[in-house]
C-alpha cells in the first residue's frame, strides 16, 4: 500500500467554522507534513511531524492546528480561517532519515478548500 | 537560502515530440533530488529520485539526469503523448531532525498538443 489517503476532498467554510482536514497513510512512514497550494505555485510546507511528535512549523498562523493522533494518522484543524487561506491543502508522509536514495515524499490528492 | 530554479517557466510541444526540462538547485547539505509530476488539483507524483552519486535515472519515457558539480538537473521526456501536459516539479531535500525537508522549484507547465 503505497497510498496516502486525504478527506474530505472538498470543503467550504465560513469564516466563523470549524473544520478538520484528515489524513491517513499505512506505509509504517514516521515523517508526515502538511502543505498549503494556491493555483499554479508550488507547494509551500506549513508542518513536519517526526515520530508523532511537531518538529517544524513554518511560521503558520494560529488558526492552523496540526495534531498527529498516532503515526498513521495527521489532522489540521482549522479555526476562524481567512478567504485568503482557500488553497489545495496536501499531507504527505516519507520515512524518518535513513536512506536518501530510497526517501520520497508520498503526497495525497489533496483537500480543496474555499473559505468564504 | 535553499534555493531550486526551473526553467522553462511554461513549454508547448507536439504529440510525439521529446523535450527537457531544467532544474538548477542551492540546497545544502544535498540529500536527494526528486522530479514530481502534478495534475492540475492533485498531489504530486514522485517520476524519479536521485541521491548525489547518482548521474541518471530512468522511469519509462522519463530521464532524470543529477550533475551534483554544478548542482544541475534535467528531465527528459521521450516521444511525449497527451497525458504527459501536468506540472513538472524538481524537489531538493535536506536531511533535518528526522525528517527531509523539502526545496521545491515553481515547477515547469508543459502542455502537450495534438
Known amino acids: 500500500d503505497t497510498e496516502v489517503t486525504q478527506t474530505p476532498k472538498h470543503l467550504v467554510m465560513g469564516m466563523t467554522n470549524k473544520k478538520s482536514l484528515k489524513c491517513e497513510q499505512h506505509m509504517g512512514h514516521r515523517a508526515m507534513y502538511w502543505y498549503k497550494q494556491k493555483a499554479k505555485k508550488p507547494p509551500e510546507l506549513m508542518f513536519v511531524y517526526s515520530y508523532e511528535k511537531l518538529s517544524i512549523n513554518e511560521s503558520v498562523p494560529s488558526r492552523f492546528s496540526p495534531e498527529c493522533p498516532n503515526s498513521s494518522l495527521l489532522n489540521l484543524h482549522l479555526h476562524a480561517l481567512q478567504p485568503e487561506d482557500s488553497a489545495l491543502y496536501l499531507c504527505a508522509s516519507s520515512q524518518v532519515v535513513g536512506r536518501a536514495d530510497t526517501d520520497t515524499q508520498y503526497f495525497g490528492p489533496g483537500t480543496r478548500l474555499t473559505v468564504l | 537560502k535553499n534555493q531550486v530554479e526551473q526553467s522553462p517557466q511554461s513549454l508547448i510541444i507536439l504529440e510525439g515530440k521529446n523535450c527537457t526540462l531544467q532544474?538548477?538547485?542551492?540546497?545544502?547539505?544535498?540529500?536527494?533530488l526528486r522530479w514530481y509530476k502534478q495534475d492540475t488539483g492533485r498531489g504530486p507524483v514522485s517520476l524519479t529520485i536521485?541521491?548525489?552519486?547518482?548521474n541518471t535515472k530512468s522511469n519509462g519515457r522519463y530521464t532524470a539526469t543529477l550533475d551534483a558539480d554544478t548542482k544541475q538537473s534535467s528531465l527528459h521526456i521521450t516521444a511525449s503523448q497527451l497525458s504527459d501536459s501536468a506540472s513538472y516539479i524538481c524537489v531538493v531535500s535536506s536531511a533535518s531532525g528526522g525528517s527531509y525537508i523539502p526545496t521545491f522549484g515553481r515547477g515547469t507547465s508543459l502542455i502537450v498538443h495534438p
Open positions: 532544474c538548477n538547485y542551492t540546497v545544502s547539505p544535498f540529500s536527494n
Open positions: 536521485m541521491t548525489f552519486s547518482e
